[in-house]
Structures are given as structure tokens and as C-alpha cells.
């Protein structure tokens, strides 16, 4: 009876953003058992992506107030769902995606062998057709390599997508972590998953990272650009975590990297500009570019365009200007929803559409 939460768990969570397609060994099973008890697993596929009291979600699943309200807290505190405070100070649960959400979630409760259950399923989850919609994540400048004359809506700078926020919290890249696990990865900075708002209640609440000012966010940011590290937001206007993000330990830009056009991948407004005649030659750039856009030929570098991402940490360190960003063709036209909840809906309702899913 138990083995059936699991495979309806399964089929809940492919329902989702992101997805979780089955794998071909059964690793997809294995890894839902280590993270959630039968009793865990039997509630969660009650949960949706609109948030929910527990009255609401112990009537779906047949328990009473108080054994829902249990459950439902401890599976929050063990990153397996989402928990926020409403205006009238009650708790609201919302199921979220394997990626991004659960797996995030676990950055606190990281061990070797969830490590090891999590990668036995990526290597041999089934590959299904890709779905067109907008992604969950996507990459932005660092805000010093926008140039004055050069437009960008609020959403598209660093600085300017903080401005509307009051709670701030930061927490260990998992990616990092788990690269660290491994013997592998790199010495980048740790403490690099910004939150705001109600997600950085939660990571606080849960703890999963630790409250702090917007200062101390802009002191991570600039060890960011320092460490190279390619700022990746939530595809939302209003957001919720910026990640810093490298290419040995990401799994984003893991992907892009070994993609044959990373440009043509990912998604963002600019690109990178390259007067070869300014260039003098010094490599910084190869050194900054985590997409390897750059080539030593000599006494000058070659820009391969079709592999940046526009993240910008090139420009701001090239000592010749020989670097700039524009702005890509009727990229001003691209919509973002204006919150991670819309997103999530967004993502899941074309995924339904493509008739992947039931």
C-alpha cells in the first residue's frame, strides 16, 4: 500500500513546474522515500499551487484540523512543501515543484546519501519532449555593466528589483554544497540564494538561511561579481530569490554550457558587444565568462556571440571598453509574470496543454 503513495506522489509532482518524470530504474521512488514518510506522501498530493489553510487541505485528505496542521508543519520545516503567513496571521501551505522547491528546500538536511539518490534519479530519469513556455528562472546583468543610455525595465536590473522588497534572507548554494560532498566544485562564495519576502520568512522560519538587511545583500552581490558568478532571479517581477550561480556546480548552467548555442538557451534581454579593435588582449574576460564566449588567439581574443547569456560579468572588468551589453531584438516585448505563482501556474498549465500530462 505504501508503494502507491510513492508512484501518486510521483504523478502529482510531474504535474507540476519542472516536472518529475519517471526514471528507468524506479530511482524516482527511492528518492520520494527518503524524503517523505507514506503519511507525508498520502497528504502532499492534496496540496496544489494556490496556497491553502489547513482546514481546507485536511477536508481533501479526509484527517482532522489537528493531525493535518501537524503533518503540514513538519513537512514544511522538512522543505517538502511551502509554508507562508497570511494577513490574518494563519499559516498557508502550497505544494511546489521538485526543481525549483523541494530539492532547494533541502539545503539544511543535505546528506550523502540524498546527494546519491538525487543523482541516481537525474541519470537515469527518462527524457520527455520539451514543452515551449517561459522557464522558472533567468539571467540578469550585474547591475555596473548597464550603462546609463542603455534601457532596462525594473525587472531586468539587480538593484532596482530590491527596491521593493523589506525582508531579505540568505542561505548555502545547494548546488555547492553537493558539489562539496562530492570532492568536487569550486571555492565560490557559499552563502550565495538571496530570498525576499514570504520566501525569506520561510527560509528563516525553517532554518534554511538566516535573516539579514538590504546592505548585507548588496555585500553579497558585489562577492558575487567578484567570485564571476552569473546572478540567475526568479522569472518574476516581483521576485523571490536571486541565485549566484557557477557553471561547475550549477545545474542551469551546467547545461548551458554544454549546449552548442547557450545563447539561443537561455533566457535574457541582453548580449555582449565586442569591438575587437579596442581589444588589447589581457584575457580577463576568458577568465570572467562562465559560458567560455572567449579565446586567447594570441594578441587578441575571439567572441564567439552565439555563447553569451548577457550576464555581464565581462563588461565590468574589461579595462579597454572594449565590452558592452545591448539590448537583443524585441526582447522588450517579453511578458514575466508578476509573481513566482503565476509563473508556476503558467508553466504547468502549458505543460498540461502540450498533453504531457493528464
Known sequence: MDSRYYSDLAEHLDRLPGGFPPSETGAEIRLLERLFTPEEAALAI???????????????????VEDAGLRLAG?????????????????RYQAVPFVVGIWEFQVNRLTEGLVRDVNDYWNTMKRTRPVRTIPQMRTIPIGESIEPH??????????????????????????????????EGCDALEEACLMFGDWADYYVREGKGRSIDRSEVLE??????????????????????????????????????????????????FAVKFDRDQCIGCGVCIERCRMDAFTDTGDKVEFDPIRCIGCGLCVTTCPAGALTLFRKPDTGRIRIPDTIDDTWREIAEARKKASLLP
Not at 513537512?75 to 499559516?91: C, T
Open 150 to 183: 542603455l534601457e532596462a525595465y525594473p525587472h531586468e536590473h539587480v538593484v532596482r528589483l530590491l527596491e521593493g522588497q523589506d525582508r531579505f534572507a540568505v542561505a548555502p548554494c545547494i548546488c555547492r554544497l553537493e558539489a562539496k560532498m562530492e570532492g
Open 75 to 91: 513537512m514544511a520545516h522538512k522543505g517538502l512543501i511551502f509554508s507562508a503567513l497570511a494577513e490574518d496571521g494563519s499559516i
Open 46 to 64: 492534496h496540496l496544489t499551487l494556490e496556497r491553502e489553510g489547513v482546514e481546507v487541505i485536511a477536508g481533501k485528505a479526509g484527517l482532522s
Open 220 to 269: 553579497i552581490l558585489a562577492k558575487a561579481d567578484a567570485d564571476n558568478l552569473v546572478l540567475q532571479p526568479s522569472n518574476s517581477r516581483d521576485v523571490v530569490a536571486i541565485c549566484c550561480c557557477c557553471s561547475c556546480c550549477c545545474g542551469v548552467l551546467k547545461r548551458l554550457i554544454r549546449h552548442p548555442k547557450p545563447a539561443n538557451a537561455v533566457f535574457s534581454p
